[in-house]
């Protein structure tokens, strides 16, 4: 239980580290990634915007769904 609990911060750690990594990324150097997606994916720039949120919004909460609510659930029954 201990292990798995551990693991679990661990993980929580980690994602968040990257979700404000791929958050700093996005606001600070956006035109350059949106360069970049829109001729790859052939999507508009101002479409990038709404798909930027979503991934980031989605990200976090998959982060809380499957890192953190299990921690603080294993946390409270240790």
């Known amino acids: 239980m ?7 911060g661990w993980c929580t750690v980690i994602n968040y580290g990257v979700l404000i990594f791929s958050t700093l990324m996005i ?3 956006g035109d350059w990634a949106k360069e970049i997606h829109s001729k ?22 998959a982060i809380f ?3 953190l609510a299990p921690y603080i659930a294993l946390k409270i029954m240790a």
């Open 2 to 8: 201990q292990v798995i609990t551990e693991f679990l």
């Open 27 to 29: 606001t600070t150097v």
């Open 40 to 61: 790859l994916f052939k999507i508009s720039k101002e479409k990038l915007d709404a798909m930027y949120f979503n991934f980031l919004a989605n990200y976090k909460l």
């Open 65 to 67: 769904i499957f890192n």
